[in-house]
């Protein structure tokens, strides 16, 4: 069985780690524009009776700031690893790099900051509580949370006293009382939601409240969850890296290829031609097969302007030596390796 350094020598090795690179790019751009069309439908739908003044409240403002940064990182990569264009590899293993080590360390001041982090949560939750009912998105995330996590308000049910409709000197039904999803209730099949059953609930004291509505905030229902179900948590935060850390792994390893790679002797730059006065009208690409990208042995030598009806390229040796990094050349690649270096644009 061949070595790691023989292997990283051949064709087979090189294919592998672009083509995979690519498709992993690839997958995250289609899904980061998907993110992003959701993201700009459900903010023109909230457009059309937006009175919630915090932008960045609004999930769907978030979902497409997500999905815009995923679709354009992707692009990067895809881009790179197709063109084998070692400014964009080195652009995206960067981003990749700042924006995992981003994640970390918020990750980590949110937990050496506990206190101050759960007061920002509190107040974007009770700026979020004000305009429940004028902002359709906030509301239904707002209320699955609460009847997820068996919870009310932010740190407790009494920051339902901020919306109009619910504080204590309100005229209307809902007065001084919470959303039906902060109720105590059991599911049964066919019942006819209450959805008064927190009526003049934030009159009275938690001790009265037992069994009518979850007095908890959901700040601190998450946190005891999160608590309580370690592997969950875990697993969720390697959901969230490991794909990050797979495509750093991938574009450093394509990236060192193509450094190498260029640094060879076996590297044709053909703006070195041009300067050399060498004319050349194509490359002969017998043998490149019809997406004109087989590898070939020798790799696509360029044909003399002046010879070009009677070409005939000399046989070359295949040795294990004389085809390490050789790879072939499509005519995009020569196209654009004409206009800048950073590509590998020949290998002969």
Sequence with gaps: MPSYSELRNTNYYYYCIKFTLNVYSMLFSFLGLCVLCVGVYAETERQKNRTLEGMFLAPAVV?????????????????????????????????????????????????????????????????????????????????????????????????????????????????????????????????????????????????????????????????????????????????????????IILSCLFWNLLVEMSKSGDVMDFRMLKKTEFEYSELDLSGAGCCLCLPREGGYLPIPSFASETWAPEPVAATPQSIAHKQPLCRAEMQLGMQGGDEVDNQI
């Excluded at 959303?179 to 066919?190: A, I, N, W």
């Design 63 to 247: 979902l497409m700031l997500f999905g815009l940064v995923m679709f354009t990182v992707s692009v990067v990569g895809m881009v790179g690893s197709l063109r084998d264009n070692k400014m964009l590899l080195h652009m995206f293993l960067c981003v990749l790099c700042v924006l995992l080590a981003l994640q970390a360390l918020a990750l980590i001041i949110a937990l050496i900051f506990e206190k101050k982090t759960s007061a920002l949560f509190q107040s974007s939750i009770r700026e979020g509580i004000k305009h429940y009912y004028d902002d359709l998105d906030f509301k239904n995330i707002l209320d699955y949370v609460q009847e997820k996590f068996s919870c009310c308000g932010g740190d407790e049910y009494m920051d339902w006293g901020v919306n109009q409709y619910h504080f204590c000197n309100g005229t209307g039904p809902l007065a001084c009382g919470v959303p039906y999803t902060c109720c105590v209730r059991q599911k049964v099949v066919g019942e006819v939601v209450n959805t008064l059953c927190g009526y003049n609930t934030l009159k009275k004291e938690r001790v009265n409240l037992d069994g009518v509505i979850h007095v908890r905030g959901c700040i601190h229902a998450v946190n005891l969850w999160m608590g309580d179900n370690v592997g969950a948590t875990v697993g969720l935060c390697f959901a969230v890296g490991l794909p990050q850390l797979l495509g």
